[in-house]
Every structure is written in C-alpha cells, then in structure tokens.
C-alpha cells in the first residue's frame, strides 16, 4: 500500500541499493462504479491470477475491463462484461485474455 496525504503519495522504499517499480492501475474499467480486486500471489502453485469485478450498484452494468498496454505481464489484455447488480464475477486471467469463470 502507498500512503497518500493530500495529493502526494508516499513511497516508502529502501534506498540503500537501486528500486525498480511501476506504479499505476494494473486493470481498470470503463464504468467507476465497478470495484477491481486482483489476485496474483498467495495462490496455490500453478493457480493461474484472476481479477474479480465488483457491482455495488443496484443496476446491471456492462463495461469495459483492460489493463493500459504499458502495464506489466497484463498490458493489453482486455474484456467486455456484464455485471448483475449487487454480485461480483472473476475473470481468470491467461496472458492478455481475460476470460468469465
């Protein structure tokens, strides 16, 4: 997690050797109502990551879900789904496909 007080976040990285980081929005959508939730690590070996899409709405939305080209390993991938209101759906996530499970 990055701190943010005001408009300024604070990166809190040791400085003792050189940093590599990208910072920004690995997947986004189309509609800010939906909420993204992506899960890389912490899954069992071979596990493939997935993005879970949450509409807290209390209407169906159909959107957009890409990750910005210039992001790592998902850059490009992309999806157009609907979301009924109130639930949340998981797309697996297999190179740049994004697909419903």
């Known amino acids: 997690f990055v701190p943010v007080v005001g408009d300024t976040a604070y990166f809190q990285e040791p400085t003792a050797k050189a940093q590599e980081m990208w910072v920004g929005n690995v997947f986004v959508s189309d509609n800010p109502a939906v909420k993204l939730a992506l899960v890389v690590d912490g899954q069992a070996d071979g596990k493939p990551p997935f993005l ?3 509409n807290p ?3 169906p939305i159909t959107t ?3 990750s910005p080209p210039s992001t790592p390993r998902f850059g ?3 999806a157009t789904v609907t979301i009924s209101a109130g639930e ?3 797309l697996t996530i297999d190179g740049k496909t994004l697909t419903v499970k």
Do not use: F, K
Request: cysteine-free; charged content about 25%.
């Open 52 to 54: 879970e899409a949450h």
């Open 57 to 59: 709405t209390m209407r």
């Open 64 to 66: 957009r879900l890409s």
């Open 76 to 78: 490009g991938a992309a």
């Open 88 to 90: 949340s759906i998981r």
